[in-house]
């Protein structure tokens, strides 16, 4: 993915009446670090910015005064009730340097006729080139028998990256549908009524025909 390209203001007041003033204006407080550079405090555009950080480790271009700089998002903070993005923090990031990032996993194809599949590792720690972060691994299940258990190790990484996660950490598994006694008590009571009610018809019909 090419650099997504932000126009950040610097901030000059701070706390959270600052930080409510900002999001009120459609912004997002932000902080840039990293590379032993002092933090940089600075306000995003918001709507820009909320639709940038749903590209997982998205390369942003942090304007500054004219100047750019490389980022990525290590850290967003999100308002779980009303879902808005309250601050988020940039790592600046080099050309050419690797860094560690969490990638989400993509199961894709469909395993074995009566089998499913159950996702034990929702994303991998991979290290890759700071401007050529995967979005995503893929797992591809295609023809996967039942018993298997795909582990980190197994899965072909994009191109640049190396594996961080423990190579033996289990991320899918395929196995038959297991039926609980729940489920089999629930058939069982299912049965027995439709049974109790279709002699319970029966006999109505036989004692109307009697009567008759």
Do not use: C, W
Request: charged share 25%; aromatic share 2%; no cysteine.
């Amino acid at each position: 993915m090419s650099e997504i390209k932000l126009v950040a203001t610097a901030r000059t007041e701070f706390g959270k009446g600052a930080a409510r003033r900002l999001r009120r204006a459609h912004q997002i407080p932000a902080v840039l670090y990293g590379h032993g550079s002092d933090p940089l405090h600075v306000a995003l555009p918001g709507h820009e910015t909320m639709l940038a950080v749903k590209h997982a480790n998205a390369l942003f271009s942090i304007e500054l005064d004219g100047k750019p700089t490389l980022a990525i998002a290590k850290d967003v903070q999100i308002e779980p009730v009303r879902n808005v993005i309250e601050h988020i923090d940039l790592l600046i990031v080099k050309k050419g340097e690797k860094v560690a990032v969490e990638v989400p996993v993509h199961v894709v194809g469909e395993s074995a006729p009566g089998t499913i599949h159950l996702v034990d590792t929702q994303s991998l720690s991979l290290e890759a080139e700071a401007t050529h972060l995967p979005a995503a691994v893929e797992v591809s299940i295609e023809g996967v028998e039942a018993g298997t258990s795909i582990t980190a190790g197994d899965i072909e990484l994009p191109k640049g990256s190396s594996l961080v996660t423990d190579a033996e950490t289990i991320v899918v598994t395929v196995t038959v549908p297991q039926v609980s006694a729940d489920d089999v008590a629930a058939e069982e009571a299912a049965a027995e009524l439709a049974a109790e009610q279709s002699a319970a018809s029966a006999d109505a019909a036989e004692s109307e025909s009697s009567e008759g």
